[in-house]
């Protein structure tokens, strides 16, 4: 399948609004950046490698562009796991932030219960053609732990120039516990 790279998986949906999304996707996508309590709920959703919205208000066709009857959402993700288990994640953890961008596109049954939610996004889901991925191996839990371990290695190194064997011996154990759960 193009959409599947090693563990992880792409997925691209793309559905009509209505006018009232005009006036409230904005919001809904401010609140979404600047708003700590909705950032820390989709920080529990780890296994997110990227996920993006954008308006699609035309489509590039010679000159000026084919002009949309309505604007479209566009929604491209990136995640480890299945597509079931992507979107059970969404419906359970971050139900409101769905009902607020996709509740101004035609035809949304909402996130819960999660079947109907589901069958929506098949309907409006399109094939990937290309996908890659850096780390296929890997989870984003996997590539940010790694980062961890590499930054206190980095710190380490800095520090360990003109120390004695002994004090090489504690930073080394120090740093070996702080990424413990890492390794």
């Known amino acids: 399948m193009a959409n599947v790279e090693g563990r992880a998986t792409a997925i691209t949906v793309m559905t009509p609004y209505k006018w009232t999304g005009r006036l409230l996707l904005p919001i809904v996508f401010w609140v979404g950046r600047n708003v700590a309590a909705t950032l820390e709920k989709l920080q529990q959703l780890s296994f997110i490698h990227y996920a993006r919205w954008v308006v699609v208000k035309k489509f590039p066709d010679g000159a000026g562009g084919e002009k949309l009857h309505h604007p479209y959402l566009l929604f491209e993700s990136n995640f ?11 419906s359970e953890v971050v139900p409101s932030r769905m009902k607020g961008i996709w509740g101004t596109s035609y035809g949304f049954p909402g996130p819960i219960p999660v079947e109907p939610f589901k069958a929506y996004i098949r309907v409006n889901e399109y094939p990937v053609n290309h996908y890659w991925n850096a780390y296929p191996g890997a989870t984003t839990t996997e590539i940010i732990a790694a980062d961890r371990v590499r930054q206190a290695l980095d710190e380490l190194r800095a520090r360990a120039e003109g120390m004695d ?13 702080a990424v413990q759960r890492d390794l």
Do not use: V
Not at 165 to 176: N, R, T, V
């Open 80 to 90: 480890n796991g299945l597509w079931d288990q992507y979107i059970d994640a969404f």
């Open 165 to 177: 064997p002994a004090a090489f011996k504690a930073a080394y154990e120090d740093m070996l516990t």
